[in-house]
Structures are given as C-alpha cells and as structure tokens.
C-alpha cells in the first residue's frame, strides 16, 4: 500500500509554465512507475505522462510531448511534472498515479493506486 501526494497547482495564462509534484509513501514507492492522469469537466480521464520505476524511461500522451516533461528524483521518489506552453485545453484535474507493473502506461485503469488530485487552470 502506497500514498500519493501532490503539491502544486493553480491558475496560469496561456502559455505560461507551472510544476506539479508528487510525493509517494509508503513501502518500496522506489519500485512503482509512477504517472499523471488528468480530468477535465464533461470528459473522461486522460493519460498525460508516466515515468518508470528507474527513472529512465518516459511516456508522454501525443497532446503533450513537447511541452511537458516528467521527471524523479531518485533521492527522494519525488515525480514532477513540468508544464510548458500551457493552452486551455490543458485545464483539468491533474491526479498522481502509481502501478508496480502497469499493463500499459498510456491506460488510466492500468494505475492501482491515485492521489487525490490537483487542479490545473490555463486562462485564455
């Protein structure tokens, strides 16, 4: 059982930058791919960006390559993700998500366990 904490958030204008973070804890969080997935009203959950276990290896949703970048901090487990180029159709519920072996990182319902979400607002 792990926990899944974010941090950061907010409002920003379009093409503006923001961060988010999360923090994992709990038993061997060094060994879960860790990802965020975000909600927008009236739409369904969407992958945005994963990074596996190691660190090494990343995937990025098509919508946002380029413009996001998903890193861990091996030290501490801490996985952020960077925004850039923000537009309004990135505005949405922005959750962590965490799977040991996720059958693909590109499905939301791959991920066993999710935090409780932070908003993400792009004013035009």
């Known amino acids: 059982q792990i926990r899944l904490a974010e941090s950061g958030g907010g409002t920003v204008q379009t093409g503006g930058s923001l961060r988010i973070s999360c923090i994992p804890s709990?038993?061997?969080?060094?060994?879960?791919?860790v990802g965020w997935i975000r909600q927008a009203p009236g739409k369904e959950r969407e992958f945005v960006a994963a990074?596996?276990?190691?660190?090494?290896?990343?995937h990025y949703a098509e919508s946002v390559k380029g413009r996001f970048t998903i890193s861990k901090d091996k030290a501490t487990n801490t996985v952020d993700l960077q925004m850039s180029s923000l537009k309004p159709e990135d505005t949405a519920i922005y959750s962590c998500?965490?799977?040991?072996?996720?059958?693909?990182?590109?499905?939301?319902?791959?991920?066993?366990?999710w935090g409780q979400g932070t908003q993400v607002t792009v004013s035009s």
């Open positions: 998500v965490a799977s040991l072996n996720p059958l693909s990182y590109y499905d939301p319902a791959a991920y066993d366990y």
């Open positions: 709990g038993r061997a969080v060094d060994s879960y791919a």
């Open positions: 990074v596996e276990w190691s660190g090494l290896y990343t």
